[in-house]
């Protein structure tokens, strides 16, 4: 991401729509070279270190020479012994050893490849870096767990429809005075109980647990190309879509980048800290393209084989950054399934959200999700069903979300409520349903079933997906705002230009009921819950803290908000009936009124009937009206109790009870129910 991501990629990135339905020719004619090259998939690449020494193995199958260099150092300096290392065709690797541990020593490999010999590089599996990751470290895994490493478990999952997701950078989180947190910016960040805004309100973990949330997807943690580890000081701000080292924890985010073991510990700790609290951590992964293309690791360790190309030779780019990764390819595809693996297996993560995901092939995606629930069931894999451009990759073999129901144990994020209920991501004064635009109506229901088919729903009536592409609600992931594009608060404020905040913030609140009560997994961004700005940036992957830290002032002064996400929040986990598992449920239990949108736009009333999914709830009405006039609904028989209304939720004590009709107010729900 150093020149990669334009306003231009940020704004493909979560489009959903366009590029990723163009048609495309099968493998490059150059990348059809690379199909035949051997192949090694074991768990020595590489480094090993065991009692008889310290060993290395390269995949390098078209090198000519190729040098390993051991350093005593992570930055500078010469390397102290030079080894070359031998070749095996059968597997297209290369090995040398050195027959004692080499803890604290680092290494690089230098390819000769067509009688050029490239730059130096720690190879694709580097575990371990030092400061900026040029060199490998080695290390003892051993020694980086945290007291209580052995017993640490994320929480159980039996359904990805129990998943909340809370999305959050580890600078965003903690980075301002206002957060009371010590190790701002850093892993260690999630690990500090009892830090308080300076009006008492809770901060960091603490604020977490209040939420309610399951899950945190933290925006990428491998260590990444564009933070200068070695002058921190200068506060360099990046989300981290540019990977360098894959299997290396950032250094950027860690007490010391230049000790390779601080990192990896550190992360760990924060793992664990978060597994205490009962919350899991699903990491971002971006192995669809790197930072560099010819200077990445792939290139510089078998050129040409882990990118796509045109048939010329040039780099594709389904990414928008340059480049794009050739997962179709077995080598590829190995590292992807291995690197997750890892990840799952070392540091206990418990979920993977992959950017881009439409550049990977479903072959491999399914492959992913099959070994992740061999390590552990509860994994939950997701990503986005897009490509921010064209790939030699055929569209019926792409993880597009319209591709979803070929893949198992894999979620897809939904373009079709976002843009329905908040207006399109790419047009800032554009509204949706939830502020007062009609005729998106039919989107919305699209988005409330989970793009699942349903009698009373329209698909051709959609604005962005014609058809049910999804056979269970467990394979969609609902929401109006992530790090990308405008947060949901900065759109209100550019597509509600004359509206209040406290107007704005009962459309924020309407279009959060749309998303939490909608099957499917719920998803929100850090600090929305507490009407967070980024001072209507839109694509702030490299704006300073100033826009993109949370003010933790806002707690207090929105307190109204977070209290109503707090409630919707409990109302989804204590409410099975918002959570139903398959297609079958949703067509038999949800029942859609009939209304015309043509005479009475922007009002959406539905059932969830005969105890759905296990409700103690016998029947739950929900209304949604996002014009700016009170609209009255007619309700079934029976006395109905109101845990939502105009705003507040109640959960414990009845906000009213209705018998034949209910006023609904502009821009706000109603969530009734039956015992």
């Not at 845990?643 to 018998?659: Q, R, T, Y």
């Amino acid at each position: 991401m150093r020149k990669t991501m334009t306003l231009l990629t940020a704004a493909l990135v979560m489009t959903g729509i366009g590029v990723q339905t163009q048609t495309a020719s099968a493998r490059s004619k150059y990348d059809e070279r690379f199909a035949s090259y051997p192949t090694y998939n074991g768990d020595d690449l590489e480094l090993s270190v065991d009692s008889t020494g310290t060993h290395f193995r390269l995949w390098s199958p078209k090198a000519q020479e190729v040098t390993l260099r051991l350093y005593d150092t992570g930055l500078n300096g010469k390397p102290y012994m030079n080894i070359p290392m031998n070749f095996h065709p059968e597997n297209g690797t290369w090995t040398a050893g050195v027959d004692k541990p080499l803890y604290g020593k680092y290494y690089t490999f230098q390819v000769k490849q067509d009688g050029k010999w490239l730059s130096e590089t720690p190879g694709v599996w580097a575990k371990a870096v030092g400061a900026n990751g040029k060199r490998a470290a080695i290390i003892d895994f051993s020694t980086t767990d945290p007291d209580g490493w052995d017993a640490d478990k994320g929480p159980k999952v039996d359904n990805f429809t129990d998943v909340i997701v809370y999305e959050m950078h580890h600078r965003d989180f903690s980075m301002s005075p206002s957060s009371g947190i010590a190790n701002k910016g850093k892993f260690l960040a999630l690990t500090e109980p009892g830090t308080t805004s300076p009006d008492g309100e809770k901060t960091g973990i603490d604020h977490l647990k209040e939420l309610g949330v399951t899950h945190v997807h933290i925006l990428p943690s491998y260590d990444y190309n564009s933070v200068d580890e070695t002058n921190l000081q200068s506060n360099t701000y990046n989300w981290g879509y540019d990977p360098q080292n894959y299997n290396a924890p950032e250094g950027s985010y860690s007490t010391n980048p230049s000790d390779p073991s601080t990192r990896v510990r550190e992360m760990k700790e924060m793992v664990k800290a978060l597994h205490d609290a009962g919350i899991g951590v699903i990491m971002d992964v971006v192995y669809n393209h790197t930072a560099e293309n010819d200077g990445s690791n792939f290139e510089l360790t078998s050129p040409g084989y882990y990118h796509r190309h045109l048939d010329d030779g040039r780099y594709s780019d389904a990414s928008g950054c340059g480049n794009e990764t050739a997962s179709d390819l077995q080598q590829m595809r190995d590292f992807i399934i291995n690197s997750v693996k890892y990840w799952a297996d070392e540091y206990h993560i418990d979920g993977f959200r992959f950017d881009l995901m439409a550049i990977h092939d479903i072959e491999t995606m399914n492959q992913v999700a099959e070994e992740l629930k061999k390590i552990n069931p509860s994994i939950f894999v997701y990503g986005e069903g897009w490509t921010a451009g064209d790939s030699p990759l055929p569209a019926e073999r792409r993880a597009l979300k319209e591709n979803v129901s070929k893949m198992t144990d894999i979620a897809v994020f939904s373009d079709d409520l976002r843009d329905a209920v908040k207006g399109h991501y790419s047009n800032a004064e554009d509204r949706g349903f939830a502020t007062g635009k009609p005729g998106n109506e039919e989107t919305v229901k699209i988005g409330i079933v989970a793009a699942t088919a349903h009698p009373q729903v329209d698909y051709s009536k959609g604005n962005n997906s014609k058809f049910p592409y999804a056979e269970s609600p467990e394979m969609i992931v609902n929401y109006v705002s992530c790090h990308d594009d405008l947060t949901l608060t900065d759109k209100l404020r550019k597509s509600l230009p004359d509206a209040s905040d406290e107007q704005r913030k009962r459309a924020a609140k309407l279009a959060q009921t749309i998303v939490f009560t909608s099957q499917g997994t719920p998803f929100m961004f850090a600090g929305e819950e507490i009407f967070r700005d980024k001072k209507g940036v839109h694509n702030s992957y490299n704006s300073p803290d100033s826009v993109n830290a949370i003010d933790w002032h806002l707690k207090s002064a929105n307190r109204d908000l977070l209290d109503y996400y707090i409630g919707l929040i409990a109302l989804r986990k204590n409410h099975p009936a918002f959570r139903m598992t398959t297609a079958g449920q949703i067509a038999k239990h949800l029942e859609f009124d009939d209304i015309d949108s043509s005479t009475t736009p922007n009002l959406i009333s539905y059932t969830l009937k005969d105890n759905a999914n296990g409700d103690s709830w016998k029947d739950i009405k929900v209304i949604f009206n996002g014009g700016d006039e009170p609209r009255s609904v007619r309700l079934p028989k029976g006395t109905w109790k109101a845990a939502v209304l105009d705003g507040k939720i109640d959960l414990s004590e009845s906000l009213g009870s209705f018998k034949g009709t209910i006023k609904v107010a502009p821009a706000s729900a109603a969530i009734l129910y039956k015992d």
